[in-house]
Structures are given as structure tokens and as C-alpha cells.
């Protein structure tokens, strides 16, 4: 995407998005709330006949249509499965209105995409909830079989459009980005990018000994901001923006923290709950120090994809100094240490500390 597109994303106002679902025929009563996403401009709009809706911009340019509609046609599934999920709701044309800036287009079977120019959005129900409290053994197991109900949906086919997560391919596109852009310090970017290879070399080695893991639909960035939880229901997801086609455990890995003894028994609590819905390949877990390097390349990535946007700039003043990249090859040459010693040993790799600030919404598969 282009700066220049980004900066316009970046002024898109309350009014065209109220305006935009005002010609779907949901007419907002005034009260709106702004929620937390960097990647999409996601608002909380209490509507006059007294729903209260979610309402997703995209940003323009991420996503093509067909992998918007494939993320819907998924919710859908899952919330047919009785997962609980946010699921898009079907949009038509309101009778009295049309938006200032262009006819409103429907798109999918049943719509539920809308389009006016450039911008696409989708609107959902309000789902409430808080953070889980994943030092809570019964939340664990609870959250664990919830994946694997979700895994089974994901299991059923494969997708068609949405990014496939396998291998250094999704690493090594972020790292020839950033490199060709010029973005990192001259004085700091042959350290970056040798370190980057290295790790990049070790996960597609790692990927590639592993063979004939199972690859399916995943909800694909299933950190704990992206899981709600209500005393009376438990938990149910959020955000399937990044869902993506890759192995198990890339929706398991983000639920650990701490250290390696509380990573080990978090895994554990996973695992309890997994598997009494759905066997897990426990070959997977050589995966986990790959994946993590993976999005911690793909983390910068984004954010110097995403430079054009004002809200960037304002959110991350830290990123792109020098002591932001000679930060990033010191915990790179910590993940290639991990990445060597998981080569070195067939057993799976060991758990360890998971303090970096990269759980933000929709910001891995850019």
C-alpha cells in the first residue's frame, strides 16, 4: 500500500463511516465509541431500533475482496458449528439514503461486504467480555477446547485466497521488503538482515523436517486481546482479520507467557482442554520458535508498512531509531540461538519468556 493511501485511510471520518452505515439502512441513534485497531477503523454504533453493531473499515488495499468474503464465509461456519465468533451480518441497501461520496455496493452471498469508492466494511454484533485469566488452569483447558472446535471447522476444507503461514517464505517476503525500502540505519541494517537469514535459513530447515504436518484454517493471530471472556459463557473470539491457512499451533503459541516453568503449565491446561476435542501433533511444537521469530520480522514489517498512517507515528514514536533496530537484532540473535538449539535437539524446543510488545490487532500477515 501506498503512503498516500494510508494518509487518506488515515482521515477517514465519523461521518463517512456513520453515512456508510446509514446507506445499509442502519441509522445510528448518536452514541459511537472508537475501538482499539491499528489495521482497520473499528466503531461501536448504537443503532436506533436498539442493537448495538461493530462496525470494520478495511484498509484499503490489505485484503482483496475475495479474501474478506472468504474470513466471512469462515465466521460464518464457525458460528453454525455453535463457536462462539462474531459473524458478519448480511447488509442491504437503506430506502431513504445514499451516501454523499458514492453508491453503496453489496458484495458476497448473502452481502455481507460493503463497498462505497475504495472503502469496504462489515458490521457485527457487539460481543462484551474482558481479558482471560490465563493463570487459571480452567480457562486454559476452556480456551483449548474451543480451538480445537475451531480447528475441526478449519480442518473441514482448505482456503482459497486467504495467506498461507508455512515456512521462512512469509519471513523472508517481510525481510526483502524492508531491505529494499531502505528503512533500517545503514550503520545497522548488514547486522539485521545477516542475522535475519540466518533464522530465516533455520526456520525453512525446521518447516522442512517436519514434512507432513497438517496445514488448515486457523483464526491465525489468537493473542489474548483477540479472545473475550464472560463469567456466564466463557471465552469466544474476536477478530478473524488474519485468518490464515497454517499449522495447529500458531493459534497456541500467543496464549503462553512468563517463564518456562509457567509456559510449560499453560501448555499443559492447552493441551487438556485440546485434546479431549481433537488429537494434537505434538511434532508442532518445534514450531513454536519459528512462528515467533517469524512475527517478530513481520511485526517490523508492518510498521514500516503502515508509516503513512498518522496514528502510526503517534502510537510507535520508538520505532525505526537506532535503538529500536539494534533492539531487533539483539532479540534476533537470541531467536537464532533458540532456532539452533530446537535444529540441534529431535525433542521439541523449551518454552521461554514471551515479553515483546508485538499483540496488537492485525498485525502479522500484512
Known sequence: MSPDTDRAFGELTPEFMLDALEAAGLRADGRLLQLNSYENRVLQVHLEDGRVAVAKFYRPGRWTEAQILEEHAFAAELAEAEVPVARPWALERGEHFEHPQGALELLGRPPTLGRIGTQRFAVTSRHGGRAPELEVVEVLRWIGRLLARLHEVGAR??????????GAEPGETARTWLMSHGVLPPEIAPRWDRVTQQCLALIARTFEELGDVSQLRLHGD??????????????????LDDAVTGPAVQDLWMLLSGDETTARWQWDALMDGYETIRPFDWRERRLIEPLRTLRMIHHSAWLARRWGDPAFPLAFPWFGTPNYWNDQVAKLAEQLESLQSACETPSPPSFKDDDDDFHLDGDSFS
Do not use: K, M, Y
Not at 227 to 236: F, K
Open 157 to 166: 476444507r482448505p482456503f482459497e485466497h486467504r495467506v498461507r503461514w508455512w
Open 222 to 239: 489468537c493473542h489474548p486481546g483477540n479472545i473475550l471472556w464472560t463469567p456466564d459463557h466463557g471465552p469466544h473470539f474476536v477478530d
